[in-house]
C-alpha cells in the first residue's frame, strides 16, 4: 500500500494496491525527463531506477514489448533481439510518436504496471533481481513508485533478460 498521502491514483498504484503490494510513491518535477535525473533527485543510483522503453518488432507481425532497464544502460536491440524469450531477431526503438499511441501514456510516464490490460509483453533487465527496491514509473510523469523487483516481477509478469552487453 502507499506510504504517501494526497497523492493522485495512477492505475499502477491501483494495479499493486488491488495486489496488496507494499510499495512507495516518490514524486519529483514533470520537467526531469530522463532516470539519471531521478536518481539525482532522489540521491539514489541510476541503476536503481528503471525506464520503460516500447520496443518494435521490426517484421511488424509481433506484439510490442515493454522494456524495463536500469537508468545507467541503454537496450542494446542485438542483444535483446539473441533472448530465446524475447522470439524476435531484429527489433527496433519505438518512436516517441508510436510509443504514446500505442500506450495511451506520455514517454516518461510509461509504465508497465499501468499497462498490464493491454497486452504488452514486459521484459526486465537481469540486473534488477540483485536489487533490494527498484524505482519504475507510476504512470505519470513525475511519479516513481518504489517497490522490491520480486514483487514487480510477480505483478506484471515480467521476464528477467539480457538487454546490454556486461
Keep these: 500500500m502507499s506510504k504517501a498521502k494526497n497523492t493522485v491514483k495512477t492505475n499502477a498504484m491501483r494495479v499493486l494496491d488491488a495486489q ?6 516518490k514524486l519529483y518535477s ?16 541510476a541503476a536503481q531506477v528503471f ?12 506484439r510490442p514489448l515493454l522494456v524495463v532497464v536500469p537508468g545507467d544502460h541503454e537496450i542494446e536491440l542485438k542483444v535483446l533481439g539473441q533472448q530465446a524469450e524475447v522470439g524476435e531477431k531484429k527489433l527496433r526503438m519505438a518512436t516517441q510518436r508510436e510509443a504514446e499511441s500505442l500506450t495511451g501514456l506520455l514517454v516518461g510516464g510509461i509504465s508497465a504496471l499501468a499497462l498490464l490490460q493491454k497486452g504488452f509483453r514486459v521484459f526486465i533487465d537481469y540486473s534488477a533481481i540483485s536489487l533490494e527496491q527498484m524505482y519504475v514509473n507510476g504512470g505519470q510523469r513525475g511519479i516513481n513508485l518504489k517497490l522490491s523487483p520480486a514483487d514487480f516481477i510477480k505483478v506484471s509478469g515480467a521476464i528477467p533478460v539480457t538487454t546490454h552487453r556486461a
Excluded: Q, R
Design 20 to 25: 496488496k503490494i507494499s510499495y512507495e510513491v
Design 30 to 45: 514533470d520537467e526531469i525527463h530522463s532516470a539519471e535525473g531521478v536518481a539525482e533527485i532522489f540521491g539514489i543510483p
Design 51 to 62: 525506464k520503460t522503453l516500447v520496443v518494435m518488432p521490426e517484421s511488424g507481425k509481433g
